[in-house]
């Protein structure tokens, strides 16, 4: 059956929401859409998100004509967004190399910390932090580049979402690359929606983890684990 005519009015952002909305696919703040942009459509949808963007500066009643400092903040904010802070929701993920374990290695591997940056998608407020990564692997399990890691943190993280959620992202992601016995996550970090607003508490941080496999079954591993972190936070 063919697909109805696209409205030739209708935006950019109509356009990628129809594709999404017709492949009963999800599209939350923390989701990746890349599949569903065709050529062209992310520098169109800069140009969009520009526009948007100076109606908010608009409503905030900020004189973008005779301001020289935010005359071209739409612009700025509309790049920052696309192209740095969101974007691991607009681009596929970096390509990873794999290789087998020829070696069989079974032994504990610690990955971190990696700087991590994110924000948080109730106030689109930083998020900054460190991360850690546990792997057991097995005869079976793909190893990857040790910078592969950092990479594919930062995808993740590119996104507006909460801490939670997002290391749960990054362990999925790594069980299915590297196909370990077990996998651990740890991330400590900072959240300016709380230093910057609300409570503006300077002090606080958030420490949470993912375990998975062999990490959540095996206490002693699990010990092993957090021991050896505690030595480099």
Request: contains cysteine; charged residues 25%.
């Amino acid at each position: 059956m063919s697909m109805p005519p696209m409205p030739a009015d209708e935006s950019v952002s109509a356009r990628i929401r129809r594709r999404l909305v017709e492949a009963r696919r999800r599209f939350h703040a923390n989701d990746n859409i890349a599949a569903f942009i065709e050529e062209g459509e992310l520098e169109a949808l800069l140009d969009e998100v520009e526009g948007k963007f100076k109606g908010v500066l608009d409503s905030l009643v900020i004189d973008t004509d005779s301001d020289h400092n935010t005359q071209e903040t739409a612009r700025r904010v509309a790049k920052m967004y696309l192209t740095e802070v969101f974007r691991g929701r607009f681009v596929e993920p970096p390509p990873v190399t794999e290789f087998p374990n020829a070696e069989f290695l079974n032994e504990l591997m610690i990955v971190g910390p990696i700087t991590v940056r994110s924000a948080c998608s109730h106030h689109f407020c930083p998020i900054m932090g460190r991360l850690w990564i546990g792997l057991m692997p097995n005869e079976h399990s793909n190893l990857i580049g040790l910078s592969k890691y950092s990479r594919l943190a930062e995808w993740v993280m590119s996104r507006p979402q909460i801490q939670e959620e997002a290391i749960a992202q990054m362990a999925t992601l790594l069980m299915d690359k590297v196909r370990p016995d077990g996998l651990a996550v740890v991330m400590e970090a900072d959240h300016f929606c709380m230093h910057w607003r609300g409570v503006k508490d300077n002090d606080t941080k958030m420490i949470n983890s993912v375990m998975r496999g062999s990490f959540l079954k095996d206490h002693t591993l699990r010990a092993e684990f957090l021991a050896l972190l505690k030595l480099s936070m």
